[in-house]
């Protein structure tokens, strides 16, 4: 139903208008309990799966940035979600780059986004996370800085929304290339040191760029080593075009900068996966992200190396269901 009805009439709308109607009947949705029951039951999956001190029921994901706000993640979890990542969250509200800047390519199955980390800053965050501390599903917060923050303000800003978080999410996942390879140090070095006063241990992932190159990979594994994070996020999105074949150039210059996820990946994320697989599976929770569209995708990207899964285009192109297919699949 939702590729022949659901998907070409919401195809018609913008993509952040679509984002925001989602929303909007998500909140509406959360009051209508036998609504939730019957989609809680039909999507359920059972799946467990132990890692680095975290149950999960299922070992597919929602990635960073569907929903930045932490505004609707508990009814996302119905879906069948093992985990979901909230934010980009920053110290104060953002409001991102200016619209429009996601754009939808059909053909190619694939998003181009620049948005920035628009979301309503930690403290609003902070709220709608304590209304849902009984969770079945593991919740992760993805932080960054203010987008003014320079200097030391840049590892205040990471270290503020840590110690704020930290009693209330599951673990924390930080963007390895959103800041200066320097300050990245200093950030892990500040979190990873608040971590050891704390009473419980959360785990801190790095998440990769799909375009790292490998000398890039050696040194944020060491650096990972030396600050004892705990896993990877591999990958975000792609600055590459090429594997946008319906693209044409004209309407890339048209649509301007920003980076592709979905299907445009191609096999970056698989790659940088399976490097991961060769050299750090079993010291590193290694979470496979970017460009798994497929059931297939999915099972190809566990056989990579992958521990877990996370997905944001799949959930758009392909609905709902493909979280209980690819969590299905994967547990085969
Ligand atoms: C519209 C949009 C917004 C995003 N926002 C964020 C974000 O705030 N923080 C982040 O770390 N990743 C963000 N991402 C990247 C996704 O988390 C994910 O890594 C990327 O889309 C690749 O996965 P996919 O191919 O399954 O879409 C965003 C992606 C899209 C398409």
């Known amino acids: 139903m939702y590729n022949s009805i659901i998907r070409p009439l919401l195809f018609r709308i913008d993509p952040e208008n679509v984002h925001d109607i989602l929303f909007t009947g998500l909140s509406a949705y959360r009051h209508i309990s036998p609504m939730r029951s019957f989609i809680k039951q039909n999507s359920k999956v059972c799946c467990p799966f132990m890692i680095k001190e975290m149950m999960l029921s299922s070992r597919v994901g929602l990635a960073a940035g569907f929903d930045k706000e932490a505004k609707a993640f508990d009814e996302l979890s119905d879906f069948g979600f093992g985990f979901i990542e909230i934010g980009t969250v920053t110290p104060s509200p953002q409001s ?7 754009f939808r390519l ?3 199955e694939s998003l181009i ?3 920035g980390f628009n979301n309503p800053g930690v403290d609003i965050v902070l709220e709608r996370v304590k209304k849902h501390l009984n969770r079945s599903y593991r919740l992760g917060a993805n932080i960054n800085r203010d987008s003014t923050s320079t200097g030391q303000a840049i590892i205040d800003d990471f270290a503020l929304v840590f110690n704020k978080l ?3 999410v599951d673990y924390f996942t930080i963007n390895w290339g959103s800041i200066e390879g320097a300050d990245f140090e200093r950030v892990l ?3 990873t040191e608040i971590r050891k006063e704390k009473s419980s241990e ?3 992932i790095i998440k990769l760029p799909a375009d790292i190159q490998q000398d890039g990979l050696l040194s944020v594994i060491m650096m990972a080593r030396k600050y004892q994070a705990n896993g990877f996020i591999a990958t975000g999105p792609t600055m590459d075009r090429s594997n946008l074949i319906c693209l044409s150039k004209t309407e890339s210059n048209k649509i301007g900068t920003g980076g592709v996820s979905g299907k445009g990946i191609g096999d970056k994320s698989k790659k940088i996966v399976q490097f991961l697989g060769e050299n750090v599976k079993g010291e590193f929770i290694i979470i496979g992200a970017g460009g798994i569209m497929s059931v297939q995708d999915a099972v190809d990207m566990i056989k990579a190396g992958a521990d877990l899964i996370q997905i944001y285009s799949a959930f758009i192109f392909d609905g709902p269901k493909i979280v209980e297919k690819m969590s299905k699949a994967i547990a085969k």
Request: glycine share 4%; hydrophobic share 20%; aromatic share 10%.
């Open 202 to 204: 959360k785990n801190i």
């Open 106 to 108: 059909i053909k190619d």
């Open 113 to 115: 986004s620049r948005t």
């Open 96 to 102: 991102g780059n200016p619209k429009p800047r996601i």
């Open 166 to 168: 930290y009693d209330y």
């Open 189 to 191: 070095k500040t979190l």
